[in-house]
Every structure is written in C-alpha cells, then in structure tokens.
C-alpha cells in the first residue's frame, strides 16, 4: 500500500533537507515556536506571546512561554495597544456575522501588565536560544511560520534588539504549508529549493484549502483524541507549540520517516 498524500509530501521535503543538511540533527532535534499577536501587520502591531516546545530524540523535553509586558514601554502608543488587543480579540472570537466562532483570545492589557516579562529581554533571550540551537544543527518547526511568525518575529527584532532572526537554508519546516502542499498537489520546480517552496505554496492563495492548526489539522489527523487534548488551550503559544509538535510528528509516521536513523 502506498504512502497518503501527506505522506507523500513529506517524504518529498524531508528528502530535500535531508540533501542540503547532511550533518543535521533534524528531525530527531528541533524547537517548535509559535507567536500571539496583537494584529497582522509586521509592521504596526506587537508580539504578546512567544512559545516553544523543544524536542530531543523525538521527545518533549522542555515546554513554556512568555508574555511579553509592552504597557510600560515609552515607545509604544499605550492607546493603541488597548484598542488593538480588543480588535484582535474581536475578530478571533466572532465571525463577520457576529456569531461564536468558538475561538479564545486570552490577551487583555491587563494581563500583559500584570503578568507579562519586559519584552526586549524576551525577545533577547529567545533569540539568542534560536542562535545558539542553529550553531548545534537543531532544526525549526512551525505551522503557517514561513509567512507569518518568522517574518514577524524577524521584523520585532530588527526593530527592537537592532537585529533581525534569521534562519539557514532547509532549516525550518512549515507543517502548515505541507497539509497546504498534499491537499493542492503541489510539488517543488525543478531547481527550486526547499525554502523557495515552503515561500511558494505559503503565499498562494488555495480556494477551499484549508490547514489551521486547530479547527482543521487536529481533528482531520486526529490528534484529540490520539492525545486526550483540550483544545480549550488553542490560541495560546505554548499549547499551539505542543500540537505542531504532535502534527509533525503525526506527519513523520505517515511519510514511513525513520527520524531516529543516522543520516
């Protein structure tokens, strides 16, 4: 019996990594990492969470984030915080009708005050981690990363550490864009690598695909129930870590990935 869809496409990009990291450490060792925001915009708006989930031979080992307290920075329009927190919270929470959409978004001003950590210390200290995991070989995992958390994140750096994130060749993978990838057949062109790939298919707008974290990928692979998890937690870093972490490892098994041989 041949491989899934999925699981045929991430034979394909585990070989393609496979071939420009040789001496990796991937897919035994990575970090997954996940971001909570105050909008989309890059730009304009703020980072309020950063999570991770680290991965060692396959396994958890360590889990956790970090609120990030902006409502003391001299820099940053504090009212414009506050309108943005409750914008973003609205468009999580209710549909264009106005109705549930079932969705939670936790964050209040409140909250970053009262329980979040000075946000350049964050930031630095996320980023040296990420640095000194890409000096050992580790790899990168993230869902909807390639188009939204790393240029986020990159751009949160470069405007208040005075550097961006950057990241290697083939060293993140972005489950979401390989979900994305098996339901529209779309395969890598030729002389076109894995990153360029990953960028392709991540920006191309897909009618009627759809690959979100919680309400699609969980279910759709199982993954509740395989688990026994709540997905009442959704929405929040270090739990949306935990579930990319169980939707990679879901994607390894199906795609016949032996992620403990040598390489």
Known sequence: MGLSPLGTTVKMIMDRIRAARPNAKFPRDYLVFDIETTGFSKDRDLIVEIGHALVRDGDVVDKGSVILDWT???NVDQQA????LVRV???IEYDSGGNRTGKNYKFTY???RNEGANPIVAL???YDWIVSLREKQYGFVTHNGITFDIPFTSVACNRWL??????GPAEVFDTAVAVKASKSNNVPWVNETIDEFFVRVGKTPLKGIKYALDTVCV???GLQEKYALDMTQAHTAAFDCLLTHLLFKHMLDVSGDDASAPF
């Open 162 to 167: 005075g550097k961006p994130l950057q990241f």
């Open 81 to 84: 915080l506050m309108d943005s």
């Open 110 to 112: 409140e909250m970053l």
């Open 72 to 74: 003391s920075n001299p």
């Open 89 to 91: 919270k609205q468009q």
């Open 219 to 221: 279910p759709e692979y």
């Open 124 to 126: 630095q200290a996320y």
